[in-house]
């Protein structure tokens, strides 16, 4: 049966008949690459977002990562959604509720109501594109080996994710920004179009009601992960504790969690079952990827002052980066490729190579601050970053694969999102934010001696000039100040990596813990003692 099974041809009984087989699975590949093309806001258009809606950085930021945040929430209930209703009803939600959140966003003023309209966004961003893949899983890999289905999914998402920041820049410079969103828009349309002649509902199993989910549960999740994202995002806004904004906002988190604890250990199924948590070497997984993108977050933070303060770059210039990173991407997505399916070498060594390729970035950046760098010098630097990327994102994919059981797959799935696309990221934000709010009056304050008047008369610059320069130093030096704790703090977590994975430390015997070594003195001088006795 099995070998029937593997030599049956790949089939997609949801499509109606005239649609030649041969592209039935790249045309859901096509729409899936449609679905992660949408957003709820998009990065691309920052400042013509602020100016036009009247909003600060902080604010856009945080409707990113309400995006971000619905689509890791909604991971535990993809399953759920797929057994209970069809493939199509499913791919026609998400691209009506994309379509309909694209069309809010540019009227809508009411940051909360935004928020809430790019959660959904990303609900139904994440819900399109799994319809789209989990129906072409087995066109990929026939026998569902996922060290072949996550390199190509992440080439799916990461490549979309570049790609659509270029469309976005290039709306604006020719365009306006809101193109970008009648654009999404366009293709949902026709994503519905295609839908609604060419798929027909088909039911691969039987319908399972959505019973025993908790939905109070998932609703105090997506509060924590919102509240966590308010927290970081206008922490340096809002001057930390020295606002009551910001301490209100702390005894909120910690409500919200207590409530989360609670609920895990006293109803029946809660939304995150607590034996998720006991899978070995799962949580050190959870904590490497939340320090990774941390330390990946310097792109959206450290890069962008130094491109837009620094090097005055336009958009239009700065966005020519993504094909770097887009090529980064495709690398180290087939590099992973080759190494856990053809060579199916160590994964802790792979996730060793990524925290290199990071600490790469961080170095070489580190010593191209300056204000007289080529263009060209940067490429290096974001190839490093995108094949560090695409290597942290397959290989703690499959990590989790092979750690957790089927059941609490999609649980853990959800946990890793959470830090990896919200909490990592807003962690390495806020410190970034406030390493610059600190370094930067301080160099100030030390170096502004050297303007005196004795140094302006010798100067041939205007004064308003010689500002500038100074400023544009200052800059300079904080961002390397920051850059080299970022980079000391990558290469202690990246040591640690490393004298994890020693081959002495494999070899030698573990050091038994002092408890037992008092416990084996005693037992023998107990023996001693009692042999003495008998004679």
């Known amino acids: 049966m099995s070998g029937q099974h593997k030599n049956r041809p790949f089939m997609m009984p949801q499509y109606r008949e005239g649609i030649p087989r041969a592209i039935q699975p790249w045309i859901y590949l096509i729409i899936a690459t449609t679905f992660q093309f949408s957003g709820g806001v998009y990065m691309g258009s920052l400042s013509q977002m602020m100016g036009t809606m009247d909003m600060m950085m902080e604010d856009v930021l945080m409707c990113l990562f309400c995006n971000l945040a619905g689509m890791a929430i909604y991971f535990p ?26 069309l809010a966003v540019p009227h809508i003023t009411f940051k909360p109501l935004l928020w809430l309209v790019c959660f959904i966004s990303g609900i139904c961003k994440i819900q399109g594109t799994f319809e789209c893949m989990s129906n072409i899983q087995l066109w990929m890999t026939p026998k569902r080996d996922f060290t072949v289905f ?43 179009l295609f839908i609604k002649i060419c798929i027909k509902d088909f039911r691969f199993m039987r319908k399972f009601p959505l019973f025993g989910i908790d939905w109070a549960g998932m609703a105090l999740w997506a509060a924590l992960l919102v509240q966590i994202a308010f927290f970081f995002t206008y922490g340096d806004y809002y001057d930390w504790f020295n606002s009551r904004v910001m ?44 320090i990774a993108e941390a330390f990946l977050i310097t792109e959206h933070v450290l890069e962008e002052i130094f491109l837009s303060e620094i090097l005055h770059y336009d958009e239009t210039v700065s966005v020519k980066l993504d094909w ?6 495709w690398i180290g997505c087939a590099f992973c490729y080759w190494w856990t399916h053809i060579k199916e070498y160590n994964y802790l060594r792979l996730i060793g190579i990524g925290l290199f390729s990071i600490l790469a970035y961080l170095v070489i950046m580190y010593f191209s601050i300056g204000s007289d760098i080529q263009f ?8 490093f970053r995108g094949f560090a990327y695409a290597i942290m994102s397959v290989t703690f994919l499959i990590c989790l694969h092979e750690l957790v059981s089927f059941p609490h797959f999609f649980q853990s799935l959800g946990i890793l999102q959470m830090l990896h696309m919200v909490v990592g990221g807003v962690l390495g934000s806020a410190a970034y934010k406030q390493g610059m709010s600190y370094y930067v009056p301080d160099n100030i304050s030390r170096y502004s001696g050297i303007i005196d008047r004795v140094e302006i008369s010798k100067s041939q610059l205007h004064l308003n000039e010689r500002l500038s320069i100074f400023t ?46 008092r416990r084996e003195i005693k037992n023998s001088f107990w023996r001693s003692s009692h042999r003495i006795e008998q004679t």
């Open 324 to 329: 770097g990173t887009l090529a980064g991407v």
């Open 150 to 192: 996550f390199p190509i999914l992440n080439i799916v998402i990461l490549g979309s994710m570049q790609l659509s920041d270029l469309l976005c820049v290039h709306f604006i410079h020719h365009y306006h920004w809101t193109y970008m969103h009648w654009f999404v828009c366009g293709i949902m349309l026709l994503d519905l």
């Open 472 to 517: 544009d130093q200052v800059m300079q030096i904080s961002l390397k100040q920051i850059y080299g704790w970022t980079i000391i703090a990558c290469l202690f977590i990246f040591l640690l990596l490393l004298m994890w994975d020693s081959p002495v430390r494999r070899k030698l015997k573990k050091m038994p813990a002092w408890k037992e070594v």
């Open 247 to 290: 301490r209100m906002s702390l005894i909120t988190i910690m409500a919200t969690l207590g409530m989360i604890i609670w609920r895990m250990k006293t109803i029946r199924h809660p939304y995150i079952e607590p034996k998720m948590w006991t899978y070995h070497r799962l949580v050190p997984v959870f904590i490497v990827i939340t």
């Open 376 to 383: 060209s010098q940067l490429i290096l630097p974001v190839i």
């Open 77 to 102: 209930m993809l399953l759920h959604m797929k057994f209970r209703f069809t493939n199509k009803t499913l791919l026609t939600a998400a691209a009506t509720g994309i379509l309909i959140c694209n």
